[in-house]
């Protein structure tokens, strides 16, 4: 996380001590960086290559997962088969898990920040809560809710709920004081104050909140599809496990860390879209 | 010339903080409408607090303030602050921040319209017009308070309390500010207390200057200027009030000390 947000922040500084020449320096360091990020992923697939090719025994099963087999695989995969329909099935539960935890995350996150009792009484549950491993209660989810998207839904919104509730209480905690004397001057209402100023006011670190949420749904995601699920990217690793299909088993691999790759940028956009220059 | 009920008033307001003795003790103030009331004092002398207490966002410990004649409770709606800090909202656009509030429940009702000739109006008043679509940061600091101070004429307030509104500003905007605060004035007969640290700026607009020091801090002396505006400073009588006030501020200094 924190190497990420080093990186905006960089380009940002770059970007105000530099505006006259911003198209020409940004351009050389977006070529910059880009050859350098595909040089690290090329490195990568070069110790892959090595691995399974050069160091694993002739002829065992390591060679199956080399990256020659993997791309045709993955070829094959995205050309002829089901992996589209799973790649849907996977987004839209990830969808459904973020949406459960923003309408819960949001406003118990409002409700713990304005208030320092309900704060004082639940900040030690809700650590309590938050460092229980989502995947820990997979057995008892399924036990109660029964096999299908609802266990899922339980685990993923139960492990994204955290960071937006207590990003949203942070948000207010760290409202400027001035904007609240001025809403106060303004003899507001308290519904007018939450709704002109405390909501739009922790946007920024609800936005906060959904990235680190989206990264934790991509990682749980993936073993809580392993339970008794007939689709998504989990169901599909264990499919390709079964069929001994181990190069296909690769491919998902990519496929699975190339999806939560674009996720985590998509969140990244929305978070500069709706706060340009903003440090939050 | 009839006595009217004063539109601002404060009566032996004490202001203190838990066990500690009052940081103001027994203040007065009565203000007429369309007057203008400078505080001076030195730095932290309790001239913001006192801000505080008459925009009821603070009670005070005892006295009480009133609006046209009525004790208020808390905040009043046709009572308009200002701080130093301009305190704009980041996602709105000036035009938004400015209008900001016109539409709150407890404010006076407006038609769509006049809320719409109030923003721009307003705006207009302080120069802004080019900059309308803007949001605060890409604002100068200079064009921040301005549409700080559009906000509050925005409501067309009986009462405007301006704590240091022009502390940012460089000389010639601050100049035109001050202009602008003289004709708001005049049109809408605005009773207004204006602090500031700078006694040009208090001999200028002032109808009253307050000196308020010594710890608790009172008033320890106030000046009647009883020339026509706008003014000019070398006026003579201006210079020998402005000899005065720097002695009894220097003395009020070394007092807080």
Known sequence: MSEV???????????????????????????????????????????????????????????????????ESLLVLLASSDLP???????KRILVGLALALAIGVPLGLIVGLNKTVEAATSPAFQFLRMISPLSWMPIAVMLLGVGDYPIYFL??????????LNTAAGVRHLDPAWLTLS??????????????????????VLTGVRLAIGILWIVLVPC?????????????????????????????????FLGFLLDAAARALHRRWLPGSSA | MTLATPLLEADSITLGYGNSGPVLADFGLALN????????????????????????LQRPSAGRVAVAGSAIEGVHPRVAIAFQNPGLLPWLTLERNVGFGLSFKRQPRLAADDRRV????????VGLEHARHRLPAELSGGMAQRAALARCLARQPQVLLLDEPFGALDEITRADMQRLLLTVVRDFRTATVLVTHDIDEALLLSDRIVLLGGAPARQLAQWKIELPQPRDDSVAELGRIRIDIVQALHKAVVRHH
């Open chain 1, 85 to 91: 329909l799973h790649i849907g099935v996977s987004l």
């Open chain 1, 5 to 71: 947000a080093g990186g905006i922040a960089t380009t940002n500084a770059t970007h105000r001590r530099q505006p006259a020449e911003r198209g020409t320096l940004l351009g050389r360091l977006l070529t910059a960086r880009f050859v350098q990020g595909f040089a690290g992923i090329g490195a990568i697939v070069l110790v892959w290559w090595i691995a399974t090719a050069l160091l694993a025994p002739e002829g065992g099963l390591a060679a199956r997962f080399a990256p020659g087999a993997t791309f």
């Open chain 1, 225 to 257: 599809e392993m339970l008794g699920v007939s689709a998504g990217l989990g169901y599909m690793v264990l499919d390709t496990r079964d069929r001994l299909a181990y190069s296909e088993l690769m491919a998902m691999v990519i496929v699975i860390g």
């Open chain 2, 118 to 125: 109030r923003i721009e109006t307003a705006i207009r008043r």
């Open chain 1, 184 to 205: 106060k001057s303004l003899c507001a209402t308290p519904w007018e104050n939450l709704i002109h100023v405390v909501i739009p006011g922790v946007v920024g670190h």
């Open chain 1, 156 to 165: 993923l919104t139960f492990a994204a709920v955290w960071p937006i509730l």
């Open chain 2, 33 to 56: 409408a369309g007057e203008i009331v400078t505080i001076l004092g030195p730095s932290g002398v309790g001239k913001s607090s006192l801000i505080r207490v008459l925009a009821g």
